[in-house]
């Protein structure tokens, strides 16, 4: 609230007398705006602990639900012959495996032309996909074939490549392939399995459709034999094959799913005539990884309200919520949950699993002893974790009680959402008295700057008097003494 008013007659500093004056006077809008600041930092500090907090809920939720501790892992003896994934319906144990053959896509191939730019003849192409059971083709239901009419403007090679792309909507793809003999038209179904077969018949304006003249070099009719018209077969469709425990087992895809119950493989490789072993178990790194996430989340929030709730000796650095119940409250009641006994089970408490409360109140793995814990399967801490105490509070799993916790603190109505409501309409309180205030030192410093200035004036014109009775009683003086 600056000041530029300085005396106009009498030299009095109006400005500076009125500012000094003001100062005074802004004492309690300065009180109220540091106490605004206070109440700002306090409402961030509030927001960066429901952060956390419910990050850390978020992870006790995971926890507290059975699933997450049942999960598989599962090994291949053989890691070129698959990759593998297990959910939590497989069942442990050990399978034997064999890859007869992997699935593969129909591909034929047009013999070689010496360009892509070579005619190949006018007419119409059909292309279906079925299934081939020696020369008898079936198609497959609810495929519709491709049709590629050849004609004038499109009678070459790399022409009917591109109208079958055109036309095969993603069931058959076309390309060329060019090696020492010449550029050969390979014609592929996109899909693998013998139900993906191709048949492709020709409609050729020569009148003879099964020679290997004009496009019905092109045609295929399931002859495999070298000597057969049209193109040839240069990969079979077929489907994978493949077997578990002496059990065979056929797939369209390389993608085999239900062989064993939970078990997904990925083939990628064959091993006919002799076997692997697949194995499947209990994920203890699964668990491991669980709880060391856990206590990630745990330390991260008792850190921030250490940072927060700090008390110093000589009272000069206190923590910004050291003298806030709410949040002593809060801060006490996570060492609280995470130091509870459980009245029974084979752990009944996180320091049995080897999770240990350190001296600065943040938890510490003791891996050894985790590891010892889970030497017959993640069931005994699962449960530390996930009972559900049969509605008794003190009976729950250490992530359970966690969850319940954090969601009365978090949730509408909760410590949280309740401190910083109320720490708003403090901020919105202030607001208005810095508001009444501020209008107050406006007027005040108006009334005050019309005062004085009103003061300057009276005081200029008492030394103008002064000035001109002196300046009289001179002249008068100076008269008398010259008689």
């Known amino acids: 609230m600056g000041i530029s008013s300085p005396g106009v007659g009498s030299g009095l500093d109006v400005g500076a007398l009125v500012t000094k004056l003001m100062s005074l006077e802004q004492k309690p809008l300065t009180t109220l705006q540091a106490r605004a ?31 997450s501790w049942g999960a598989r892992a599962a090994t291949l003896s053989d890691p070129k012959l698959a990759t593998v994934t297990a959910t939590n319906a497989a069942p442990a144990g050990q399978y034997s495996l064999e890859v007869t053959n992997l699935a593969a896509a129909h591909r034929l191939a047009s013999s070689p032309y010496s360009a892509s730019t070579d005619a190949v003849g006018p007419g119409t192409l059909t292309i279906d996909v079925g299934t081939w059971t020696g020369t008898s083709f079936a198609a497959k239901a609810g495929s519709t074939p491709i049709v590629v009419t050849v004609d004038g403007t499109n009678d070459t090679l790399g022409g009917v490549r591109d109208a079958i792309n055109a036309q095969a909507n993603g069931a058959v793809r076309a390309s060329i392939v060019t090696d020492s003999s010449g550029s050969r038209l390979v014609i592929s179904s996109t899909a693998t399995g013998a139900g993906s077969a191709l048949r492709i018949s020709a409609a050729d304006d020569d009148l003879d459709d099964t020679d290997s003249a004009g496009l019905s070099a092109l045609a295929y009719a399931g002859d495999t034999s070298a000597l057969a018209p049209g193109a040839k077969q240069v990969q079979a469709a077929q489907d994978a094959l493949i077997k578990v425990d002496g059990l065979t087992i056929r797939s369209a895809t390389n993608k085999v799913e239900g062989a064993i119950e939970g078990i997904t493989l990925n083939l990628t490789g064959s091993n006919p005539g002799t076997t692997a ?3 499947v178990a209990v994920d203890t790194q699964s668990a491991t990884d669980l709880v060391n996430k856990f206590v990630t989340a745990y330390n991260d929030s008792v850190k921030l309200f250490t940072g927060y709730l700090k008390i110093d000796p000589v009272g ?67 449960t530390l974790f996930t009972a559900t105490g049969g509605g008794v509070a003190e009976a729950r799993g250490i992530a359970v009680g966690f969850k319940a916790a ?35 030192l406006e007027m005040m410093q108006a009334r005050l700057l019309k005062q004085y200035s009103a003061l300057d004036g009276q005081l200029a014109s008492m030394q103008s008097i002064s000035s001109s009775l002196t300046q009289s009683l001179a002249a008068l003086t100076a008269n008398q003494q010259s008689k």
């Open 316 to 382: 000069n650095a206190d923590g910004l919520l050291q003298s806030d119940a709410g949040a002593r409250s809060l801060g006490a009641s996570l060492r609280t949950l995470a130091t509870r006994q459980l009245p029974s089970g084979a752990l009944a408490s996180l320091s049995q699993a080897g999770i240990a409360l350190q001296r600065d109140g943040t938890l510490s793995v003791n891996a050894t002893k985790l590891a010892k814990a889970l030497e017959g399967g993640t069931a005994d801490l699962a």
């Open 406 to 440: 954090l969601d009365t603190a978090l949730n509408a109505g909760g410590t949280l959402k309740t401190r910083t409501a109320n720490l708003s309409d403090r901020l919105r309180a202030n607001q208005l008295q810095q508001d009444t205030q501020e209008s107050r």
């Open 277 to 279: 072993t697949l194995g």
């Open 37 to 67: 600041t206070q109440v700002q930092n306090e409402i961030s500090a509030f927001g960066k602990i429901s952060s956390q907090l419910d990050a850390l809920r978020t992870v006790a939720s995971d926890l507290a639900k059975p699933a």
